[in-house]
């Protein structure tokens, strides 16, 4: 089974890719990272500061997917246009995003409150583009029984893979993900499907590849932050070790350092992270909050050793 790093703006970004495949990528199944997404700019003028994160220089020996949050299909083209200059060859689209900031403007998950627009969409884009395009999508806006209607728009159209996360928008990341609305679908989609949602273990992951056997592939999001070594033990590979764990958080804690120039910026970052890594250590739980009030590097600093002095669970 093919295990994906799912796109996760604030957190898997260039940094945290090169990081995570150094400490805990495969030689022989590397993951496939999704980039978060981009998006096109109206004006067709690209922002280096957002262009940087696919650099190739600063993703060299990954494999990444860029993802685009699009409601312009034309746009969206010339944009895969634009991605492909760089090397790359799949580019992921976004119906997937709940934010409410993207989806009043009609993008990510908003795409599916209206599917004669994103059948236009998706008509714009594969009109004009060739190679390997594939989508993200929630399984509705309101409502799991939406998707049918949407799924029938994506099987017209040589989507490479269909990421479906099974829940739908408004749920945002409460409640469940809706496995049973997934099993209903999966036999209608003539593409092949990844799953992702609520996946957070090695038994998870195996239960899934035994329920669904027909799945291209697996992406999880926070699950592999929360442990950065699933993927791994998923391959009957050990658990990640409290030197690995320091080595990768240090490494993070630096690469972020570097690239905002200020302790205090890799700080923040450093904090979403932690937020899942946190209860990979026994008993951190009443450090979480010195942790969250941490603002210099050196008051950081100070909480992440108190961690590192825990057992790992
Ligand atoms: C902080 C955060 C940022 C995210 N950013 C993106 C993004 O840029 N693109 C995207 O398609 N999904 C994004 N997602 C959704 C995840 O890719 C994934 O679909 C979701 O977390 C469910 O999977 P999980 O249960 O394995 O985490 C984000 C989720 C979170 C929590």
Same mark, same amino acid.
């Given at each position: 089974?093919?295990?994906?790093?799912?796109?996760?703006?604030?957190?898997?970004?260039?940094?945290?890719?090169? %990081?995570? =495949? #150094?400490?805990?990528?495969?030689?022989?199944?590397?993951?496939?990272?999704?980039?978060?997404?981009?998006?096109?700019? &109206?004006?067709?003028?690209?922002?280096?500061? #957002?262009?940087?994160?696919?650099?190739? &220089?600063? /993703?060299?020996?990954? %494999?990444?997917?860029? =993802?685009?949050?699009?409601?312009?299909? &034309?746009?969206?083209?010339?944009?895969?246009?634009?991605?492909?200059? *760089?090397?790359?060859?799949?580019?992921? *689209? /976004?119906?997937?995003?709940?934010?409410?900031?993207?989806?009043?403007?009609?993008?990510?998950?908003?795409?599916?409150?209206?599917?004669?627009?994103?059948?236009?969409?998706?008509?714009?884009?594969?009109?004009?583009?060739?190679?390997?395009?594939?989508?993200?999508?929630?399984?509705?806006?309101?409502?799991?029984?939406?998707?049918?209607?949407?799924?029938?728009?994506? /099987?017209?159209?040589?989507?490479?893979?269909?990421?479906?996360?099974?829940? !739908?928008?408004? =749920?945002?990341?409460?409640?469940?993900?809706?496995?049973?609305?997934?099993?209903?679908?999966?036999? &209608?989609?003539?593409?092949? !499907?990844?799953?992702?949602?609520?996946?957070?273990?090695?038994?998870? *992951?195996?239960?899934?590849?035994?329920?669904?056997?027909?799945?291209?592939?697996?992406?999880?999001?926070?699950?592999?932050?929360?442990?950065?070594?699933?993927?791994?033990?998923?391959?009957?590979?050990?658990?990640?070790?409290?030197?690995?764990?320091?080595?990768?958080?240090?490494?993070?804690?630096?690469?972020?350092?570097?690239?905002?120039?200020?302790?205090?910026?890799?700080?923040?970052?450093?904090?979403?992270?932690?937020?899942?890594?946190?209860?990979?250590?026994?008993?951190?739980?009443?450090?979480?909050?010195?942790?969250?009030?941490?603002?210099?590097?050196?008051?950081?600093?100070?909480?992440? /050793? =108190?961690?590192?002095?825990?057992?790992?669970?």
């Amino acid at each position: 089974m093919n295990y994906y790093a799912a796109p996760m703006e604030g957190l898997t970004d260039r940094i945290w890719r090169q %990081v995570h =495949q #150094k400490w805990f990528g495969a030689a022989d199944a590397p993951t496939r990272y999704y980039a978060p997404f981009l998006s096109p700019p &109206e004006n067709r003028v690209l922002i280096p500061k #957002k262009m940087a994160e696919l650099a190739p &220089e600063a /993703n060299a020996g990954t %494999v990444v997917i860029p =993802q685009l949050l699009a409601r312009d299909g &034309e746009l969206a083209a010339w944009m895969i246009g634009e991605v492909r200059k *760089l090397g790359y060859t799949e580019v992921n *689209l /976004n119906f997937g995003c709940p934010s409410g900031t993207v989806t009043a403007k009609g993008k990510g998950a908003g795409m599916l409150r209206d599917p004669a627009r994103l059948d236009a969409f998706l008509d714009a884009v594969f009109s004009a583009v060739e190679g390997p395009v594939s989508v993200k999508t929630r399984i509705g806006v309101q409502k799991p029984e939406e998707f049918a209607a949407l799924l029938d728009i994506y /099987n017209h159209y040589p989507i490479c893979e269909l990421t479906i996360h099974p829940r !739908v928008m408004k =749920q945002l990341y409460r409640g469940q993900a809706d496995r049973a609305a997934f099993a209903a679908a999966l036999p &209608e989609c003539r593409m092949p !499907v990844c799953y992702n949602g609520d996946v957070t273990t090695p038994e998870a *992951l195996h239960a899934l590849e035994a329920e669904f056997p027909q799945l291209s592939g697996i992406m999880v999001g926070r699950g592999l932050i929360a442990d950065p070594a699933l993927f791994r033990r998923a391959r009957d590979g050990a658990p990640a070790s409290r030197e690995e764990l320091r080595g990768y958080c240090d490494d993070l804690y630096h690469g972020y350092t570097e690239a905002f120039g200020a302790a205090s910026c890799a700080v923040s970052r450093m904090k979403a992270h932690w937020f899942y890594l946190i209860h990979r250590f026994e008993g951190a739980d009443p450090l979480e909050k010195p942790l969250r009030k941490a603002r210099e590097g050196w008051e950081y600093e100070t909480v992440v /050793n =108190q961690i590192f002095t825990r057992q790992l669970n």
